[in-house]
């Protein structure tokens, strides 16, 4: 993750964050609370390591723990590079904290003997899938290709070579001789994307995941339809629950994928569709964790939804409830912005912004969902007014008059705020509309578009009868007397 380089004595936490960059460092406190051992338990697989890495990374108080908790997972695996990459983290943050952490070799040094061991293993495996490849690939057997291709798949996804994986999981597609097997696929490439957080492609798996997901309803219903098929409603029960299971999963990854690429307003309306957290299945706690929609969710909808939408949509959703109850800070934030407790809202995002910053989607768009959160708080607080002191917002926002006085010029001078700051007298004042030429400039502009109307009419009418005059039969012409004969000059 790319993190931006800070020299030896600079302030970080709080200043960093509203200057816009990214903190280095990340403060874990009782003012910044994270509780690793719980965020530990919520994942499992690759994205718990990947999240350690960045915990270590970002958290040096935290290095040694959370090297201990990967390093639990790590071993299970069969990705060298993967534990590599681990402990290279943590050397470098050791190297960095000026003799603060223990030394790597005190810790865990590189075990060579299971790098060994795993390379010799992973080896062996490939030969022996590359092989059954060739065989079944002589032998012309479709579904053993597939499976065969399917396999390397898997086999590549796990040692941590996205690439070749990608390519077995997309060259199976050509031998896939079901519906299903064709939605099985799409949904390993889409894993497998989520995995490396290639956002950009997520989207288009998600959209042919989607059709061969309507191609697989549509073939069952019509085999479950054919008279020599037995009904059953079980079966019926367990096709719609699969159906669901993988239409949650697929508005999981779209909004993944939204995220990833700053659309926040989607995103969160992807979010939201999401159902229960049993539909996730094997996803809950591998890719994603239920608490993490609750927080993108939020966060998303704090920085673009209307608040009668966030009411709505968020607060008022019974199915999204569930995802808040996984993390209860989350309810406290939406409601303190809706009872314009905008103080509250900003505090509580400072509070928990260590939680927010280490998580491997949302890090690096922190610091722009924060200034949108802060920009819409301060346009909301002040449209009644016409005019306040800023003095004033400054308590209800917990600022310097002169942090706010910067915020508030920059949402005017982006045309978010319609008023101006009276520096000396340190007043916000609304701009005054002259209702009366308003109402006199918005009827001009009715009564053009109207002119501009009828003109188009005329013209339509008279195009029709200059029609009707061509195709009607030699020696008889169309009754005139049509208004449209008498058209001005002037219509074009």
């Known amino acids: 993750m790319d993190v931006d380089s800070v020299e030896e004595g600079e302030v ?7 200057n816009g960059r990214h903190p280095t460092r990340l403060p874990v406190d009782d003012a910044h609370p994270f509780d690793l051992e719980a965020y530990c338990a919520s994942y499992s697989g690759r994205s718990l390591v990947d999240r350690m890495i960045i915990v270590i990374q970002l958290c040096p108080t935290l290095a040694v723990q959370a090297l201990q908790c990967a390093l639990q997972t790590v071993f299970k695996m069969r990705d060298v590079k993967l534990y590599r990459d681990l402990v290279g983290a943590y050397e470098s943050t050791a190297s960095a904290s000026n003799g603060q952490l223990s030394p790597p070799a005190e810790v865990s ?30 032998n012309m057997i ?27 999981y997309t060259k199976s597609r050509e031998f896939c001789t079901t519906n299903q097997h064709v939605l099985d696929t799409f949904m390993s490439c889409l894993e497998l994307l989520i995995e490396q957080r290639n956002y950009p492609h997520i989207s288009t798996y998600v959209f042919k995941a989607d059709a061969a997901l309507d191609a697989t309803t549509a073939a069952r219903a019509s085999a479950n339809s054919a008279p020599t098929a037995p009904a059953s409603a079980s079966n019926k029960e367990k ?3 699969e159906r669901e299971s993988v239409q949650s999963k697929l508005d999981v990854g779209l909004a993944i994928s939204l995220l990833g690429q700053g659309n926040y307003e989607k995103a969160a309306a992807s979010f939201l569709k999401v159902g229960s957290v049993k539909t996730l299945g094997e996803w809950a706690n591998t890719l994603i964790a239920p608490g993490d929609i609750a927080i993108y969710t939020t966060l998303c909808a704090l920085a673009s939804f209307k608040r009668p939408d966030i ?8 199915n999204f409830s569930v995802y808040i109850e996984q993390e209860p800070y989350v309810r406290e934030l939406l409601e303190s ?39 819409r708080a301060l346009v909301l607080y002040f449209q009644p007014f016409a005019s306040i002191k800023l003095e004033r917002m400054s308590s209800a926002f917990g600022w310097s008059i002169e942090e706010l006085e910067r915020q508030v010029v920059s949402l005017i001078q982006a045309g978010e705020i319609q008023a101006r700051v009276d520096r000396q ?21 009715t009564g053009e578009n109207m002119q501009s109307a009828n003109r188009k009419l005329l013209l339509r009418m008279r195009l029709q009868q200059a029609d009707l005059i061509v195709k009607a039969p030699k020696g008889h012409q169309p009754q005139t007397g049509h208004p449209s004969e008498q058209l001005p000059s002037d219509i074009f």
Do not use: C, P
């Open 311 to 318: 009411r709505s949509q968020v607060l008022d959703n019974d």
């Open 239 to 241: 096709a719609n629950a």
């Open 337 to 375: 912005y809706m009872g314009n407790r905008f103080k509250a809202v900003l505090e509580g995002l400072e509070k928990y912004s260590t939680r927010h910053y280490v998580d491997i989607h949302l890090s690096s768009h922190m610091a722009k969902l924060i200034d949108l959160i802060r920009s």
């Open 109 to 138: 040094a590189l075990d060579m003997k299971w790098i060994e061991e795993t390379m010799q293993n992973n080896l062996a495996e490939k030969n022996k899938l590359e092989v059954e490849l060739k065989t079944y690939t002589s």
């Open 142 to 168: 479709k579904e053993s290709i597939r499976m065969a291709h399917r396999d390397l798949g898997d086999f590549f996804r796990a040692t941590g070579d996205a690439a070749s994986a990608l390519k077995h």
């Open 425 to 445: 007298n340190k007043i916000l004042k609304a701009k005054e509309t002259d209702q009366r030429a308003a109402l006199f400039m918005r009827t001009m502009k």
């Open 12 to 18: 970080h936490g709080e200043t960093v964050r509203r």
